[in-house]
């Protein structure tokens, strides 16, 4: 497995992580459980209306916060729409009860990914681990 999937699984494996942005200088976290690769590069899914979506397209920067067995994982970098129709689609069969909500062709389904960052891998009994995105 390389080391992106390793940091996708993870999250996989929490089935919830915690997404930082800034507004401002107001920093704002809610729960997020989309997560994807696609083309080797680490896919989340949020609608256009939501304030997470304004804030990430005012500042970029952004941070994933999981943790599960002892071990937390912070991503960091900064996060990129992908427009495409097929990556929307790919997230929409990734997790099919989004479909009540949101198509590939509507107006408000965003999907972004890190173009740049790292992650980092953290635990009581072990130095930490740093992987690139
Ligand atoms: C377990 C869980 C998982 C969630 N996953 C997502 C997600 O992947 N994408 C998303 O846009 N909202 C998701 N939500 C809803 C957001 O947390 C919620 O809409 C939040 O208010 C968005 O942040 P904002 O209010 O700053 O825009 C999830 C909520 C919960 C409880």
Same mark, same amino acid.
């Given at each position: 497995?390389?080391?992106?999937?390793?940091?996708?699984?993870?999250?996989?494996?929490?089935?919830?992580?915690?997404?930082?942005?800034?507004?401002?200088?107001?920093?704002?976290?809610?729960?997020?459980?989309?997560?994807?690769?696609?083309?080797?590069?680490?896919?989340?899914?949020?609608?256009?209306?939501?304030?997470?979506?304004?804030?990430?397209?005012?500042?970029?920067?952004?941070?994933?916060?999981? !943790? =599960?067995? +002892?071990?937390?994982?912070?991503? @960091?970098?900064?996060? #990129?729409?992908?427009?495409?129709?097929?990556?929307?689609?790919?997230?929409?069969?990734?997790?099919?009860?989004?479909?009540?909500?949101?198509?590939?062709?509507?107006?408000?389904?965003?999907?972004?990914? !890190? =173009?740049? +960052?790292?992650?980092?891998?953290? @635990?009581?009994?072990? #130095?930490?681990?740093?992987?690139?995105?």
């Amino acid at each position: 497995m390389s080391d992106i999937e390793r940091v996708c699984s993870f999250l996989e494996e929490c089935g919830t992580y915690y997404l930082a942005t800034a507004d401002g200088d107001q920093p704002r976290v809610r729960p997020f459980g989309t997560i994807m690769l696609y083309e080797g590069k680490l896919c989340i899914q949020t609608g256009k209306v939501k304030a997470v979506s304004r804030q990430l397209s005012a500042n970029p920067k952004a941070e994933i916060c999981a !943790f =599960r067995d +002892g071990t937390w994982l912070r991503v @960091s970098g900064e996060l #990129a729409e992908d427009s495409r129709l097929e990556v929307k689609t790919a997230m929409l069969e990734k997790y099919p009860s989004l479909r009540a909500m949101y198509s590939p062709e509507d107006d408000n389904t965003q999907v972004l990914y !890190f =173009r740049c +960052g790292q992650a980092v891998f953290s @635990s009581f009994t072990a #130095a930490p681990e740093t992987v690139s995105l």
